[in-house]
């Protein structure tokens, strides 16, 4: 599975993208959102994308700076640069820094799929899952709800924790906890997005036992409170 991580200070523009990647890019997953350069860089420390979309454009530092500081760090992470500008010195400088692609916008569907395609398509091995990392998400997928650990899991496929830890990391690009944390937080998003229950009721219903805590972790990973969350989120299914 490719992991792909979506930056744009214009909701829409990664809910468009989000839609596009989810009905015609196989073999591939949004794991994060971010608003800013500061998150791009922060989501590819934790989550480890394969790919990285971003615009040019964005609060704080630009997708040109956050580009250059992840490629200094690693080369081959594979970064797209969108633009709303046809701009020949913007090019120039985002084809120093390597980037791996550069799309104006509007992005037309059949273009971004075909850039994702060919950039999955240079190391296929490192973008599918082991039956046993499989075996590992489907039981995360199924109990996340509850409070499981890593120890419940390798319980669950008969490994020890020590060994399950290790190939976790080397597999997702992030540790256990990490990735349950952004599976329940994303699954507090849509419910936050698309229902009124209470941010209590939320918090308890993905895996929560205090929702004071469920809200502190919510704003360190999305900059806002839940219920600032779904403010922003409703005001903009308005516009």
Do not use: W
Request: contains cysteine; charged residues 35%.
């Amino acid at each position: 599975m490719c992991k792909i991580i979506l930056a744009d200070d214009e909701h829409l523009e990664i809910e468009a993208l989000k839609i596009i990647i989810d009905k015609k890019v196989k073999m591939a997953s949004v794991v994060g959102e971010a608003h800013n350069g500061e998150e791009v860089i922060q989501m590819n420390d934790d989550l480890n994308p394969d790919i990285i979309v971003m615009d040019i454009v964005m609060p704080g530092m630009n997708g040109l700076e956050v580009a250059e500081l992840i490629k200094k760090k690693d080369k081959n992470k594979k970064i797209i640069l969108i633009s709303a500008y046809d701009d020949f010195e913007l090019v120039q400088k985002a084809l120093r820094i390597k980037v791996d692609d550069y799309l104006l916008k509007p992005i037309r569907p059949e273009k971004i799929v075909k850039v994702l395609k060919s950039l999955m398509n240079i190391d296929n091995k490192n973008l599918f899952y082991t039956d046993e990392l499989k075996c590992a998400l489907n039981y995360i997928e199924n109990n996340f709800r509850d409070n499981i650990m890593l120890k419940d899991v390798a319980n669950y496929m008969k490994f020890s924790t020590t060994y399950l830890s290790k190939r976790f990391k080397k597999d997702m690009g992030t540790n256990f906890n990490k990735y349950l944390t952004q599976k329940r937080i994303e699954e507090a998003k849509k419910m936050l997005e698309s229902t009124n229950i209470s941010i209590n009721d939320i918090a308890f219903d993905v895996g929560y036992n205090e929702p004071n805590y469920f809200c502190k972790v919510f704003k360190k990973l999305e900059g806002v409170t839940p219920s600032e969350y779904r403010c922003r989120r409703r005001k903009t299914s308005l516009i």
